[in-house]
Nanobody, 129 residues
Framework: QVQLVESGGGLVQAGGSLRLSCAGS????????MGWFRQAPGKEREIVVA????????YYQDSVKGRFTISRDNAKNTVILQMNSLKPEDTAVYYC??????????????????????WGQGTQVTVSS
């Protein structure tokens, strides 16, 4: 199984950028469909972006389309979430997750948190207005 550790969160002004990293250990993150979720205080955890194991199919939540980009650096065994034009409503704890069903299609991505088996500890993103 894979262990995931997020980093890169912090405090940024509205309009700024942050780059979140999700470093994998134990197994290659390229073996998994990956997702980034976020949870704001008092709200449920929600999907931000999901990527199929092949990397060919990606889902973005409507509110982040055109602002957030997911990528994978296989050499560093890391999944990256580049967040630009940040808004106060992006404030949340961000989690990366991996779907452990490697026997499922490599073209699928998953938007439901119950489809993910491995989670990082989260990293706080705070966007000030």
């Amino acid at each position: 199984q894979v262990q995931l550790v997020e980093s890169g969160g912090g405090l940024v002004q509205a309009g700024g950028s942050l780059r979140l990293s999700c470093a994998g250990s134990g197994r290659f993150v390229s073996s998994y469909a990956m997702g980034w979720f976020r949870q704001a205080p008092g709200k449920e955890r929600e999907i931000v972006v999901a990527m199929s194991r092949s990397g060919s199919n990606i889902y973005y939540q409507d509110s982040v389309k055109g602002r957030f980009t997911i990528s994978r650096d296989n050499a560093k065994n890391t999944v990256i979430l580049q967040m630009n034009s940040l808004k106060p409503e992006d404030t949340a704890v961000y989690y990366c997750a991996a779907n452990g069903k490697t026997y499922w299609s490599s073209s699928w991505y998953y938007t439901d948190s119950s489809d993910y088996d491995f989670w990082g500890q989260g990293t706080q993103v705070t966007v000030s207005s």
